[in-house]
């Protein structure tokens, strides 16, 4: 054999050695290692299947033939069959907030309609999916039933999105090649908006999320708002309260290390605790550890001297949050943030979460001459939370908004004049030069009750 093919066999060699390891190494990383560099996975389902002004149901638990016939003819523009099948479908199940908008949509049919979009996580969490729908779809009904928005009704287009910020991307882009969506109602996670939110951005398009409170999307951009108050005012309310109130000297906090919301509101809390001059246990409890241990978790704080214990609850991992309620059997005092103002909370928590604190931004009971409380219950059939209102209040902004200028920089300009206020279920809303709400928290505990039938309910901690 030659010199010249020694050399040339060498050098292949070597090429395909380097290839296998290149090849050994991108595998590792993504499969045997995946914290490293782990990319989102793309989105490669149908965007259509997660879309509909009525043409199609989403909320496959809330199917009756009534709301299906009412989809079929609604999809076939025959709009007086629709709305006759979804009034129908109405009587049968008043609460659904998805037959609310879609027979809505389907009165407003051609009469010139403005529309919007709101995206919600139906198959990442349906009972906040629900919350925020009928926040949004009773701010539609009262809007179109008064007259519209300078004699236009309002349609709403509805969106899944699972809380998945790679469906969320896909969403955004979509309402913002359609020059119909002139603003959105969401989304829920502060993940999801913080994925669709520079994407409005470049796209013009308007977004108010009515529960995204993580501190990075403050000042995010300019047609980026939201009606939840900042998660430094949960934050502040919560340590004031602990240390000042109950006068617990040491608090231990469980937080979620892969949620943006979570660890912000961890952040604001330890800078809140240390400002009110309380102590901080330094024990490790992280949601998304996959040893996570509830049981461990309380353990660790007692024998570090915690008196009480916040959970920074995320959406994603509520099921743990009350695992650690139920772990606790009052060794420590509890405290939490937003997310857990749930009826899972209170239905699965029972005793064990009785005397629970947590910071929310409203209370059905806080504004007592504000009428949307009342009218809620006229709507759905009982109390509605802190998601509904804030869902509304968003509505209510970009009613507000789009009566003043119907287009979408017309409508951002509108929004962000410090001229601009409109009333919702809280009150005046507002809007920051950062796009966040000018408001603050307020603190609920749960106690027995019968209003929610669970035997407890969240009421407001006077202040």
Same mark, same amino acid.
């Given at each position: 054999?030659?010199?010249?093919?020694?050399?040339?066999?060498?050098?292949?060699?070597?090429?395909?050695?380097?290839?296998?390891?290149?090849?050994?190494?991108?595998?590792?990383?993504?499969?045997?290692?995946?914290?490293?560099?782990?990319?989102?996975?793309?989105?490669?389902?149908?965007?259509?299947?997660?879309?509909?002004?009525?043409?199609?149901?989403?909320?496959?638990q809330?199917?009756?033939?009534y709301?299906?016939?009412?989809?079929?003819? @609604?999809?076939?523009?025959?709009f007086?069959?629709?709305?006759s099948q979804?009034?129908?479908s109405?009587?049968?199940?008043? %609460?659904?907030?998805?037959?609310?908008?879609y027979?809505?949509n389907?009165k407003?049919?051609? %009469?010139?309609?403005?529309?919007?979009?709101?995206s919600?996580?139906?198959?990442?969490?349906?009972?906040?999916?629900?919350e925020?729908?009928? *926040? !949004?779809? $009773?701010?539609?009904?009262e809007?179109?039933?008064? /007259?519209?928005?300078?004699?236009?009704?309002?349609q709403?287009?509805?969106?899944?999105d699972?809380?998945?910020?790679?469906?969320?991307?896909?969403?955004?882009?979509?309402?913002? #090649?359609?020059?119909?969506?002139?603003?959105l109602?969401?989304?829920?996670?502060s993940?999801?908006?913080?994925?669709?939110?520079?994407?409005?951005? $470049?796209? %013009?398009?308007?977004?108010?999320?009515?529960?995204?409170?993580?501190k990075k999307?403050?000042?995010?951009?300019?047609?980026i708002f939201?009606?939840?108050?900042?998660?430094?005012?949960?934050a502040?309310v919560?340590a004031?309260?602990?240390i000042?109130t #109950?006068?617990?000297?040491k608090?231990?906090?469980?937080a979620?290390?892969q949620?943006?919301?979570? &660890?912000?509101?961890k952040?604001?809390l330890?800078?809140?605790?240390?400002n009110?001059? /309380?102590?901080?246990?330094?024990?490790?409890?992280d949601f998304?550890?996959?040893n @996570?241990?509830?049981?461990?978790?309380i353990?660790?704080?007692?024998?570090? *001297?915690?008196?009480?214990?916040?959970?920074?609850?995320?959406?994603?991992?509520?099921k743990?949050?009350?695992?650690?309620?139920?772990?606790?059997?009052?060794r420590?005092?509890?405290?939490?943030?937003?997310?857990l103002?749930?009826?899972?909370?209170?239905?699965?928590? &029972?005793?064990?979460a009785?005397e629970? !604190?947590l910071?929310?931004?409203?209370?059905?009971e806080?504004?007592?001459?504000?009428?949307?409380? #009342?009218n809620?219950?006229?709507?759905?059939?009982?109390? !509605?939370?802190?998601?509904?209102?804030?869902?509304?209040?968003a509505?209510?902004?970009?009613?507000? *908004?789009?009566?003043?200028?119907?287009?979408? $920089?017309?409508?951002?300009?509108?929004?962000s004049?410090?001229?601009?206020?409109?009333? *919702?279920?809280?009150g005046?809303i507002?809007?920051?030069?950062?796009?966040?709400?000018?408001?603050s928290?307020?603190?609920v505990k749960i106690?027995? /009750?019968?209003?929610?039938?669970?035997?407890y309910?969240f009421?407001p !901690?006077?202040?």
């Amino acid at each position: 054999m030659s010199q010249r093919n020694e050399t040339t066999i060498l050098i292949l060699a070597l090429v395909i050695t380097l290839g296998l390891l290149g090849t050994g190494f991108w595998l590792f990383n993504r499969v045997i290692n995946p914290q490293i560099n782990q990319p989102i996975p793309p989105f490669t389902g149908s965007l259509e299947e997660r879309i509909s002004l009525g043409n199609r149901i989403l909320i496959n638990q809330d199917r009756n033939p009534y709301k299906e016939a009412g989809v079929k003819a @609604f999809a076939k523009g025959d709009f007086s069959t629709a709305i006759s099948q979804l009034e129908s479908s109405l009587k049968k199940k008043r %609460n659904d907030p998805e037959a609310w908008i879609y027979f809505n949509n389907a009165k407003a049919g051609q %009469n010139n309609p403005l529309k919007i979009g709101v995206s919600v996580p139906i198959g990442g969490n349906l009972n906040i999916a629900k919350e925020i729908l009928r *926040g !949004v779809a $009773q701010a539609q009904d009262e809007a179109n039933n008064n /007259g519209g928005i300078n004699g236009m009704p309002l349609q709403v287009e509805i969106a899944n999105d699972d809380n998945d910020p790679s469906i969320v991307k896909k969403i955004a882009e979509k309402w913002v #090649k359609d020059t119909t969506i002139l603003a959105l109602v969401g989304h829920n996670t502060s993940d999801a908006s913080l994925a669709g939110a520079p994407i409005y951005q $470049q796209g %013009n398009l308007v977004m108010i999320s009515p529960t995204s409170n993580a501190k990075k999307l403050s000042g995010i951009g300019s047609y980026i708002f939201r009606t939840v108050p900042s998660i430094s005012s949960e934050a502040e309310v919560i340590a004031r309260y602990a240390i000042k109130t #109950k006068q617990l000297s040491k608090l231990a906090i469980c937080a979620d290390s892969q949620a943006k919301a979570s &660890q912000s509101f961890k952040q604001e809390l330890r800078s809140a605790i240390d400002n009110e001059g /309380g102590k901080i246990s330094q024990i490790a409890c992280d949601f998304s550890h996959p040893n @996570f241990n509830h049981s461990g978790a309380i353990s660790q704080a007692v024998s570090d *001297g915690a008196e009480g214990l916040v959970l920074a609850a995320s959406v994603s991992k509520i099921k743990r949050s009350l695992d650690i309620i139920r772990a606790n059997k009052g060794r420590l005092y509890l405290m939490a943030n937003s997310t857990l103002y749930t009826f899972d909370t209170l239905k699965l928590g &029972q005793a064990e979460a009785n005397e629970m !604190v947590l910071a929310v931004p409203w209370h059905p009971e806080a504004i007592p001459d504000n009428p949307f409380s #009342k009218n809620a219950r006229k709507y759905w059939g009982g109390d !509605v939370n802190w998601r509904t209102a804030l869902a509304y209040d968003a509505t209510q902004a970009i009613i507000a *908004g789009l009566k003043q200028d119907n287009t979408r $920089q017309g409508l951002q300009k509108t929004l962000s004049s410090s001229e601009f206020s409109a009333n *919702g279920a809280t009150g005046k809303i507002q809007f920051l030069p950062s796009g966040d709400r000018n408001d603050s928290s307020i603190l609920v505990k749960i106690q027995p /009750g019968q209003s929610s039938g669970t035997g407890y309910d969240f009421a407001p !901690v006077p202040q």
